[in-house]
């Protein structure tokens, strides 16, 4: 299963790293989300990564009593998210999905997406958005961004990743 600890925005790799390092299990498995997206460094587009939930941790555990209590031996600001008293794993569902964007690989990194307009239509023809055209609420096309609607913790949020539209078909 999957839980998210919260901790300070900019400080998701170091305290992923020291959790790996010092405390993980050998079932267990600690990562921070990422997703590819392009961006323009000195005329030129680069890909690069960055964090798809700033300010959060996932760990995947089925003992996470255990884990809670050997977090405490990373001096940092961290919390398990919990609903009420209870230390709360992403529902099944929500766990699927991520997977199903492609979180689930060793890397856990989703990646870049290229796709093309058909008149108004956006389709996706490669990368971790494939199949899922229906939940992108803003495409930024000149920013080779999306903004999409993923289920998490009970609530939806909006995520930012990469999308290159390399034409444009039709009228719109």
Same mark, same amino acid.
């Given at each position: 299963?999957? @839980?998210?600890?919260?901790?300070?925005?900019? $400080?998701?790799?170091?305290?992923?790293?020291?959790? $790996?390092? $010092?405390?993980?299990?050998?079932?267990?498995?600690?990562?921070?989300?990422?997703?590819? $997206?392009?961006?323009?460094?000195?005329?030129?587009?680069?890909?690069?990564?960055?964090?798809?939930?700033?300010?959060?941790?996932?760990?995947?555990?089925?003992?996470?009593?255990?884990? !809670?209590?050997?977090?405490?031996?990373?001096?940092?600001?961290?919390?398990?998210? %919990?609903?009420?008293?209870?230390?709360?794993?992403?529902?099944?569902?929500?766990?699927? !999905?991520?997977?199903?964007?492609?979180?689930?690989?060793?890397? !856990?990194?989703?990646?870049?997406?290229?796709? @093309?307009?058909?008149?108004?239509?956006?389709?996706?023809?490669?990368?971790?958005?494939?199949? @899922?055209?229906?939940?992108?609420? %803003?495409?930024?096309? !000149?920013?080779?961004?999306?903004?999409?609607?993923?289920?998490?913790?009970?609530?939806?949020?909006?995520?930012?990743?990469?999308?290159?539209?390399?034409?444009?078909?039709?009228?719109?």
């Amino acid at each position: 299963m999957w @839980y998210v600890i919260q901790v300070y925005t900019g $400080r998701e790799m170091e305290i992923a790293q020291k959790c $790996r390092d $010092r405390i993980m299990k050998e079932d267990e498995d600690v990562f921070v989300p990422l997703a590819e $997206r392009q961006t323009k460094i000195r005329g030129e587009w680069q890909n690069i990564r960055t964090k798809l939930f700033p300010g959060y941790v996932f760990i995947e555990t089925e003992q996470i009593e255990d884990f !809670h209590m050997r977090l405490w031996q990373i001096k940092a600001m961290t919390k398990i998210l %919990k609903t009420g008293e209870t230390m709360t794993p992403l529902q099944e569902e929500e766990e699927a !999905h991520l997977r199903r964007l492609g979180l689930g690989g060793s890397g !856990h990194v989703l990646e870049y997406s290229e796709g @093309y307009l058909e008149g108004d239509k956006l389709v996706v023809t490669s990368g971790a958005l494939e199949g @899922y055209e229906g939940r992108i609420k %803003k495409i930024l096309r !000149h920013k080779r961004l999306v903004v999409l609607e993923v289920p998490l913790l009970g609530r939806t949020v909006e995520v930012t990743l990469g999308l290159g539209v390399v034409e444009k078909r039709g009228e719109g």
